[in-house]
């Protein structure tokens, strides 16, 4: 199963599309426990939602959760080095490539953190790019891989 999280009107073909309202396959609230089994995603593209998302460590949680071992996140987010991240009145949480550091297997902050702060997920950062956009400045395209 490949999981393409808040698609707005980016509906792909072979993918369940994901969102709060239609047209997505599935309306979800990713704010809540979100409806698949543990380790039955393959892939997830999370492009310009979790910003969106009010609690960072349950969205990295519940991504790590529903991923199959090895399987690969994509997430886009507006990063906090530019204006992007925080004019959207609908933004409520704040991301640049630091803010994965907690998520990181055998990072420090993580293995120093990872237990008061309620952290389970595991990822290895496969690939990371930052592109610059005339609007909204400067946006971050990671990739995660689930360690389990």
């Not at 039955?40 to 310009?48: N, P, T």
């Not at 071992?69 to 204006?83: A, F, L």
């Not at 997920?121 to 395209?141: C, I, M, N, R």
Request: with cysteine.
């Amino acid at each position: 199963m490949k999981l393409n999280l808040g698609c707005s009107d980016d509906v792909r073909p072979g993918w369940v599309n994901v969102d709060r309202c239609p047209p997505a396959d599935q309306i979800v609230d990713l704010e809540g426990p979100w409806p698949w089994p543990d380790s039955s995603v393959d892939e997830i593209l999370a492009q310009d939602v979790i910003e969106h998302l009010r609690d960072k460590i349950h969205t990295m949680n519940e991504l790590w959760r529903v991923l199959r071992p090895s399987g690969h996140v994509t997430i886009g987010v507006p990063t906090t080095d530019g204006c992007g991240a925080f004019q959207d009145p609908t933004h409520v949480s704040y991301w640049n490539h630091r803010s994965f550091l907690y998520y990181e297997k055998g990072c420090p902050y993580r293995e120093r953190f990872a237990k008061a702060y309620g952290i389970v997920a595991a990822f290895h950062t496969v690939s990371e790019s930052l592109v610059q956009t005339l609007l909204d400045g400067p946006k971050l395209t990671i990739v995660l891989e689930a360690v389990k």
